[in-house]
Nanobody, 130 residues
């Protein structure tokens, strides 16, 4: 499973760095995605990357403000978020699917129930408000 951390309350224009640590498996064989669930809405893809390799995908909502990184030694994926907007508010989750079954783009664009992912986290709350 995943353990997400790093969320919090920030004003508009602020920054946060989220972490997603994998437990019980290694990232190498998976595509990993960050997903966001805004209040009253279904979760949606935010940014996705390969567990090994260079491919990444960012959804339009990130608009160049978010950056993914990965530390395979620590088995952790990071989401660096800048210029945060109130619309970025929500619970941020990590999910993983075996890389033989999906691509980084499909991982972000097509969303499923959390139980359908090979791994899913408990989420971390991000609130952007003045």
């Amino acid at each position: 499973q995943f353990v997400e951390s790093g969320g919090g309350l920030v004003p508009p224009g602020g920054s946060l760095n989220l972490s997603c640590a994998a437990a019980g498996f290694t990232l190498d064989a998976y595509i990993i995605g960050w997903f966001r669930q805004a209040p009253g809405k279904e979760h949606e893809g935010v940014a996705c990357l390969e567990g090994t390799g260079p491919d990444t995908y960012y959804t339009l909502s990130t608009n160049g403000r978010f950056t993914l990184s990965r530390d395979n030694v620590k088995n952790t994926v990071y989401l660096h978020m800048n210029s945060l907007e109130p619309e970025d508010t929500g619970i941020y989750y990590c999910g993983a699917v075996r890389s033989t079954l999906t691509t980084v783009q499909a991982m972000c664009v097509i969303t499923y129930s959390p139980v359908d992912y090979d791994a899913w986290g408990q989420g971390t709350q991000v609130t952007v408000s003045s």
